[in-house]
C-alpha cells in the first residue's frame, strides 16, 4: 500500500477515535436511556439482554384506553407516621412532604394497633394507662387534611386474637372479624379517607404467617374487605395489594419462599378478585438497574416490572382499571451493612433516579396513578443495621438527604 495512503488512513482512524472519545458522555447517557445500566460493562450487556425483547411477544398494557381515576397527582410516599410518638412529628414529617410536593401518603393501619386485646375493644392498654386507641390514627388524618394531602390506608397486620396460626401477618382464622374491622374503620373515616389497600404482598413470606401463600384464600379476604367498605362508605375505593416481585414458584412457608406474582394474581382472577378491587397496585423497585431499563424478561425483576402486571390485567377484561404503584425506590445501604438484596446505589444516584422514575410513569405509563415512593422517614436510628433502612428520603432528626431536594426540586420544576 502506498505510504500516502496508510497516512491518510491513519490519520481517518485517529479522528474516528477522537471522536468516539469526546462523544463517550453522549454515547454512555444514551445506552443508559435504555438499559439503565451506568457502567460501559453493564451497558454492553444490557444491550445484549434487550436485543432479546424482540424475542418473545412484549406486554400489551393498552395505552389508549382511558383508565379509572384517570388526573391523580402522581406524587405519593410511604409513611411510619404511627410510630412517631409526638404529634408535632408527625405533624413536621407531613409539612415537609407538602413542601417536597407530595400528594399523597400510603400509610398502615395496623389491625393490631387498633384492635389490640378482642374484638370490639379499640383501647390500648400497653402502656400504662389505657388509651383510645383511634387517637392517634385520628390525629394523622386530620393533619394529612390541614396539609392538603390524601391517606390509602394499608390495613393487615391481624391481633394475635384473631390468628389461628403463628406469624405477625398471619391471616385472621375469621375473615368476618376482618371484615369487621375493616368497616369499622370505613365508617370512622367516610368522607375523609377514600382509598384502603387490602393486604400488603400476601404472595411472599412471611406476608401469610406460617402458612402456604394462597391466592384463592386470599381472594376471599380481599372479596371480604370489599363488600364490607363498600357497605359502609359506597364511595370508597379499594386497592388490590401489590405483589411481590418474584420468580418463586415455591409457596412456602419458609424464609426465601413465595409464588410468583405473576401466577399469583391470575389465579387471584380466577378465583374472582376482578370483582373485588378498584385499583390494581404494583411494585416498582429498580433493585440493581436505574429507572429507565427498558430490558422486559419475565425471570428480572426491574422497575418496568409493573407492565407485566398491567398485561395479566388487560388479558382479564381489567384495562380500564389504573395501577397505583405502592413502593419504589434505590437503596443507599452503605459498604458497611453485608446485605445488598436490594442493590446498592450512592446517595447522589438515587437523587438522580427517583425523578427519572416519576418521569418515565409521566410519559410512558398513562395507566398509573400514584405512585408511592418508599419510604419517607424512620421514627428512629433502631433499624440502621438493617438494608430496609436505606431507602430513606429523611434522617429520624429529620435532615433531608439529597434525594428529598431532588424530588422536591422536580416538582417545583412542573
Known amino acids: ?67 379509572d381515576y384517570a388526573g391523580v397527582a402522581v406524587f405519593g410516599v410511604n409513611t411510619f407516621l404511627e410510630q412517631e410518638v409526638e404529634p408535632a412529628k408527625r405533624d413536621r414529617q ?22 389490640v386485646s378482642g374484638k370490639g375493644n379499640f383501647e390500648d392498654c400497653r402502656n400504662g394507662p389505657c388509651v383510645n386507641a383511634w387517637a392517634k390514627y385520628d390525629n394523622i388524618v386530620n393533619l394529612a387534611q390541614q396539609h392538603g394531602i390524601n391517606v390509602i390506608a394499608r390495613l393487615d397486620a391481624p391481633p394475635k386474637w384473631a390468628q389461628a396460626t403463628p406469624g405477625d401477618f398471619a391471616p385472621p382464622a375469621n375473615f368476618d372479624d376482618y371484615g369487621d ?91 374472582g378478585a376482578g ?58 445501604v452503605p459498604d458497611g451493612v453485608a446485605d445488598k438484596r436490594f442493590g446498592q446505589v450512592s446517595l447522589e444516584t438515587q437523587a438522580r433516579f427517583l425523578p427519572l422514575a416519576y418521569e418515565r410513569i409521566r410519559t410512558e405509563w398513562p395507566w398509573v396513578g400514584v405512585a408511592s415512593t418508599w419510604f419517607f422517614k424512620p421514627a428512629s436510628d433502631a433499624e440502621k443495621d438493617q438494608v430496609k433502612y436505606y431507602f430513606r428520603l429523611v434522617d429520624p432528626d429529620f435532615t433531608p438527604l439529597p434525594v428529598y431536594d431532588a424530588i422536591k426540586a422536580y416538582t417545583q420544576g412542573k
Not at 407531613?94 to 384492635?115: N, S
Not at 367516610?190 to 412471611?206: A, D, F, L, S, T
Not at 379476604?221 to 388490590?240: F, G, Q, S
Open 94 to 115: 407531613l409539612q415537609m412532604m407538602a413542601d417536597a410536593g407530595f400528594k399523597w401518603i400510603r400509610q398502615q393501619f395496623p389491625w393490631a394497633d387498633l384492635e
Open 275 to 332: 370483582q373485588c378491587f378498584d385499583i390494581m397496585s404494583a411494585q416498582a423497585y429498580g433493585l440493581f438497574s436505574g429507572p429507565t431499563d427498558r430490558r422486559m424478561r419475565p425471570r428480572n425483576v426491574n422497575f418496568a416490572r409493573p407492565m407485566y402486571i398491567r398485561d395479566i390485567m388487560v388479558q382479564n377484561g381489567d384495562a380500564h382499571k389504573p395501577i397505583w404503584i405502592s413502593e419504589m425506590n434505590w437503596n443507599t
Open 181 to 271: 374491622y375493616m368497616a369499622a374503620v370505613a365508617d370512622r373515616y367516610k368522607g375523609r379517607v377514600q382509598y384502603y389497600q387490602i393486604w400488603n404482598e400476601p404472595n411472599n413470606y412471611p406476608e401469610w404467617g406460617e402458612l402456604p401463600v394462597n391466592p384463592e384464600e386470599f381472594t376471599k379476604l380481599l372479596c371480604t374487605a370489599y363488600r364490607r367498605i363498600k357497605e359502609v362508605d359506597p364511595n370508597a375505593k379499594v386497592l388490590a395489594p401489590a405483589l411481590t416481585p418474584t420468580i418463586s414458584l415455591e409457596p412456602g412457608p419458609g424464609p426465601g419462599t413465595g409464588l410468583n406474582d405473576f401466577i399469583f394474581l391470575q389465579r387471584m382472577y380466577d378465583a
Open 1 to 67: 500500500m502506498h505510504r500516502k495512503t496508510v497516512f491518510l488512513i491513519l490519520i481517518a482512524v485517529l479522528i474516528l477515535a477522537a471522536a468516539a472519545f469526546l462523544a463517550r458522555n453522549t454515547l454512555q447517557a444514551a445506552l443508559f436511556n435504555v438499559t439503565g445500566e451506568e457502567s460501559l460493562p453493564g451497558q454492553v450487556r444490557g444491550l445484549i439482554d434487550l436485543a432479546s425483547n424482540f424475542t418473545r411477544p412484549m406486554p400489551n398494557t393498552a395505552d389508549n384506553v382511558p383508565v
